[in-house]
Nanobody, 126 residues
Framework: QVQLVESGGGLVQAGGSLRLSCAAS????????MGWFRQAPGKERELVAA????????YYKDSVKGRFTISRDNAKNTVYLQMNSLKPEDTAIYYC???????????????????WGQGTQVTVSS
């Protein structure tokens, strides 16, 4: 049974930092690209950052470039999202997701991701 378990969310003031973690089990982690999505109330879910199976390629949404960093540790089956200089508009539920690699590069479409975590709330106060 595949499980993705996020942790590290919480309440932080604008300008602060949080580090999200997503621990994967029940799958061969190194065969999956990993993504962090978020969904704010009343908005569609969007890809924030993604990383290839090897860590050699990354993707960032324009609004988080220079503030967020995605990384992974295949030995620990874990993907991370370091979030700095947080803004109130970063408030959302953050989900990690796994996309089985098919050689087409990192996908930005949520429909390509095979497994999802339960989400962790990130709230940034102004």
């Amino acid at each position: 049974q595949v499980q993705l378990v996020e942790s590290g969310g919480g309440l932080v003031q604008a300008g602060g930092s949080l580090r999200l973690s997503c621990a994967a089990s029940g799958l061969t982690f190194s065969r999956y690209d990993m993504g962090w999505f978020r969904q704010a109330p009343g908005k569609e879910r969007e890809l924030v950052a993604a990383i290839s199976w090897s860590g050699g390629a990354t993707y960032y949404k324009d609004s988080v470039k220079g503030r967020f960093t995605i990384s992974r540790d295949n030995a620990k089956n874990t993907v991370y999202l370091q979030m700095n200089s947080l803004k109130p508009e970063d408030t959302a539920i953050y989900y990690c997701a796994a996309d089985f690699i098919v050689g087409a590069g990192i996908s930005a479409s949520e429909y390509d991701y095979d497994y999802w975590g339960q989400g962790t709330q990130v709230t940034v106060s102004s």
